[in-house]
């Protein structure tokens, strides 16, 4: 499957993006699909997942602020994130898989399959 991701930009705080994440070759549907970011000189960090099933996780920092949402019928996956502070800078990569289990979403190493990225960039 190829993923691809975009919707980044800038964006002062406070403000709002939505990045979508298309996915090619195999319906969204039969994959758990997630989001991570990656800040300069940081490691890549879970942002949240949507598992086949339905079930959405996501990170402590950004709960109450992002949302998850996927439209199977477009085999896209959406982040609409809220709320932006400067610490969410980063560039933001969508990742797929079709064997995770709840433990294992939080390691990027998990995951078989990645979008290009795509830049978030918060001003302060």
């Known amino acids: 499957v190829q993923l691809q991701a975009s919707g980044g930009g800038l964006v002062q705080a406070g403000g709002s993006l939505r990045l979508s994440c298309t996915a090619s070759?195999?319906?969204?549907?039969?994959?758990?699909m997630g989001w991570f970011r990656q800040a300069p000189g940081s490691e890549r960090e879970f942002v949240g997942v949507?598992?086949?099933?339905?079930?959405?996780y996501y990170s402590d920092s950004v709960k109450g602020r992002f949302t998850i949402s996927k439209d199977n019928a477009k085999n896209t996956m959406y982040l609409q994130m809220n709320s932006l502070k400067p610490e969410d800078t980063a560039v933001y990569y969508c990742?797929?898989?079709?064997?995770?289990?709840?433990?294992?979403?939080?390691?990027?190493?998990?995951?078989?399959?990645w979008g290009q990225g795509t830049l978030v960039t918060v001003s302060s």
């Open positions: 990742a797929a898989d079709s064997r995770l289990i709840l433990s294992s979403i939080y390691n990027h190493e998990n995951y078989d399959y």
């Open positions: 070759g195999r319906t969204s549907s039969t994959f758990t």
């Open positions: 949507s598992f086949r099933g339905g079930r959405i």
